[in-house]
């Protein structure tokens, strides 16, 4: 036998309930649009602030791409050419041996590669082009490797001096 | 506080007057207040002049009503192969063949509580324009309008536990809801005095082949003084057992 039991008639429509599908449909929109909008945003600021950063483009007007190029060619003169120089040659008189130097002008880093004979002379050698202040810059080691073929200076390593922290990774 | 719950306004409505009561919500305490008994002509006027005593300018009006109010209709092995739409269909043809009123003067609504069963209502069209313009006038929104019965079968259902037949009498009706062989049925009559409910109740204990014996009886104790008793939700609290 089964109990008398309640029940629960409505003669009331449920618009509120659908009223309350109805706001939170158009907040959760709201919110999608609102975040696309920030990132929008946060993409244009990204690019404009590389594009300050960049030289000018070619489709610039003439006078705009002179006054880059002298502002580069002015950073390139400030460069502490003498003082790096100097630092990578009396790595010949120690256990280590400059492989090859670059500095490019766009994004004004400068990286060695050199090979030494252990991880102490690579130290060594990190220390001596520390010396050398690049303003804004930081000398970091970027990547090493071993090459068992050279059996002299078998510890190769990447040294940058770029802006920012670089994450280093070991490659053996 | 930036934001206060708006006051909500409970109304048992039969057809000759309206219980009213108040419930505010604040800091996450609900509070009931006993507003009073009114002529159902009166209810908007005692709703506007409780509600200009209120400091906040909305609120939501809940109206439960009384089973003079209600024809019930119980439909039996409708399946789950049927529309909401189709039960308010049957039960609306059934209803009108039974009162002999037009289908259209009747609102029709209904829940499905058994597997194969379900219980239908209908009030008169007018009842309900009346409750709706009253909320209007009052500024309030309104909430629900359900019948009493429902929602009191289940708020008193510890008290009623095994009970197969319940039988309520009401100031102006007498009604008697039993679920016989797992089938539900609701049937009601007028009855306006002691004498006249006690003599209906047996006419519907015997129309369903029961005994009187085994019918719960309770009884709505309208005049109950304000703070005898602690306020329930659905005027569950002014609900007495009659011993038989």
Not at chain 1, 87 to 113: G, I, P
Not at chain 2, 49 to 73: D, H, I, Y
């Amino acid at each position: 036998m089964i109990p008398m039991r309640g029940f629960r008639i409505e003669f009331v429509e449920r618009r509120r309930r659908r009223a309350a599908w109805v706001v939170l449909a158009v907040s959760v929109g709201f919110f999608a649009w609102s975040w696309n909008h920030f990132e929008e945003r946060s993409e244009a600021a990204k690019l404009a602030a590389a594009a300050a950063a960049k030289p000018a483009a070619v489709d610039d007007p003439p006078e705009v791409q002179q006054q880059a190029d002298a502002r580069l060619r002015r950073r390139a003169l400030d460069y502490p050419w003498p003082a790096v120089l100097t630092e990578l040659e009396a790595f010949a008189d120690q256990d280590t041996s400059v492989l090859r130097f670059e500095h490019l002008r766009s994004d004004e880093n400068t990286r060695v590669t050199i090979r030494t004979k252990d991880f102490t002379s690579l130290e060594h050698a990190l220390a001596r082009v520390r010396r050398v202040a690049l303003p804004g810059r930081e000398w970091k080691i970027v990547s090493t490797s071993r090459d068992a073929t050279d059996a002299s200076h078998p510890l190769h390593a990447e040294l940058t001096a770029a802006k920012g922290a670089i994450e280093g990774r070991m490659v053996q | 506080m930036w934001w206060e719950a708006p006051t909500s306004w409970e109304v048992y409505l039969d057809t000759e007057r309206a219980i009213v009561r108040r419930r505010d919500r604040s800091n996450l305490r609900v509070t009931w207040k006993h507003v009073g008994v009114v002529p159902r002509s009166g209810l908007a006027d005692a709703l506007r002049a409780a509600n200009a005593k209120s400091p906040r300018a909305t609120g939501s009006l809940s109206v439960v009503l009384g089973s003079s109010l209600c024809r019930f209709e119980t439909l039996h092995q409708v399946g789950s192969v049927w529309r909401t739409s189709d039960l308010v269909a049957l039960a609306r043809s059934r209803i009108e063949q039974r009162m002999r009123e037009s289908g259209s003067s009747l609102r029709v609504t209904t829940e499905a509580i058994w597997d194969s069963s379900a219980i239908a209502c209908a009030i008169r069209t007018d009842v309900y324009a009346n409750i709706e313009s009253t909320a209007a006038s009052c500024g309030l929104i309104l909430a629900s309008v359900r019948p009493w019965i429902g929602e009191l079968l289940i708020g008193i259902r510890r008290q009623l536990k095994d009970a197969q037949a319940v039988a309520l009498q009401e100031a102006d009706s007498v009604t008697l809801a039993i679920a016989q062989d797992g089938l539900p049925s609701i049937q009601t009559l007028p009855a306006r005095d002691e004498p006249s409910s006690n003599e209906c109740l047996r006419l519907l204990a015997v129309n369903s082949a029961i005994p009187l014996s085994s019918v719960r009886r309770f009884r709505l104790n309208l005049y109950s003084e304000k703070g005898e008793r602690r306020i329930r939700h659905s005027f569950t609290d002014l609900v007495v057992p009659v011993s038989t």
